[in-house]
């Protein structure tokens, strides 16, 4: 059984970066059948795509996060991460880790995910 | 970014009923729209991928359909443990994005 499991500060000071990883078990990180998301829900709110990482390295992230995003993997620690620079009050949410294949008609649909992890944004 | 417009917003129906929940794509995404299911304090729950195909273990009482810009979940005969928010989301683009949710609630 596939498991993501997020872990990072729950507390960030605002205009400081945002770390969280996301540490994988049960199945490899290192195929190519699958990439990696990051997506957030801010307090009654609806889920925002933050952005995914393949296992090469390619990066793609949401235009309007994307000057403030950093994804990166590790294949050999079974971890991916995100990092978001500058961060305020608008980027308190609870943060989810997500996998997704790249295979047919499955690609894209985001089938294992953590429970979630919230990140307040507070001095 | 490819938006997404779900409806309604909020749903109340009783126990048995036939519910509809509308998702409607700012430009055709193909079959690549998959919907979720999320209760309070959980993580979503994959329920519907590639339009239409009923993720493992999900009840059969859920189906989906759809093409281009329009699609559409539907439940059978809504259950107590249905009520959640549901949200389609799309990947067709380097973006990928969500509906803005529909919570579904028992009359």
């Known amino acids: 059984q596939v498991q993501l499991q997020e872990s990072g500060p729950g507390l960030v000071k605002p205009s400081q970066t945002l770390s969280l990883t996301c540490t994988v078990s049960?199945?490899?990180?290192?195929?190519?059948?699958?990439?990696w998301n990051w997506i957030r829900q801010p307090a009654g709110k609806g889920l925002e795509w933050i952005g995914r990482?393949?296992?090469?390295?390619?990066?793609h992230s949401k235009p309007s996060l994307r000057s403030r995003v950093t994804i990166s993997i590790d294949t050999s620690k079974k971890q991916f991460s995100l990092r978001l620079t500058s961060v305020t009050a608008a980027d308190t949410a609870v943060y989810y880790c997500?996998?997704?294949?790249?295979?047919?008609?499955?690609?894209?649909?985001?089938?294992?995910w953590g429970q979630g992890i919230l990140v307040t944004v507070s001095s | 970014d490819i938006q997404l417009t779900q409806a309604p917003s909020l749903l109340s129906a009783s126990i048995g009923d036939r519910v509809t929940i509308s998702c409607r794509a700012s430009?055709?995404?193909?079959?690549?729209l998959a919907w979720y299911q999320q209760k309070p304090g959980k993580a979503p729950k994959l329920l519907i991928f590639?339009?239409?195909s009923l993720q493992s273990g999900v009840p059969s009482r859920f189906s989906g359909s759809g093409s281009g810009t329009e699609f559409t979940l539907t439940i059978s005969s809504l259950q107590p443990e249905d009520c959640a928010t549901y949200y389609c989301?799309?990947?067709?683009?380097?973006?990928?994005?969500f509906g803005g949710g529909t919570k579904v609630e028992i009359k």
């Open positions: 590639g339009t239409s």
């Open positions: 990482i393949y296992t090469s390295g390619i990066t």
């Open positions: 430009q055709d995404i193909y079959s690549y």
């Open positions: 989301q799309q990947l067709n683009s380097y973006s990928l994005t």
């Open positions: 049960g199945d490899s990180i290192s195929s190519s059948n699958y990439y």
């Open positions: 997500a996998r997704a294949p790249i295979v047919g008609i499955t690609t894209g649909s985001l089938e294992y």
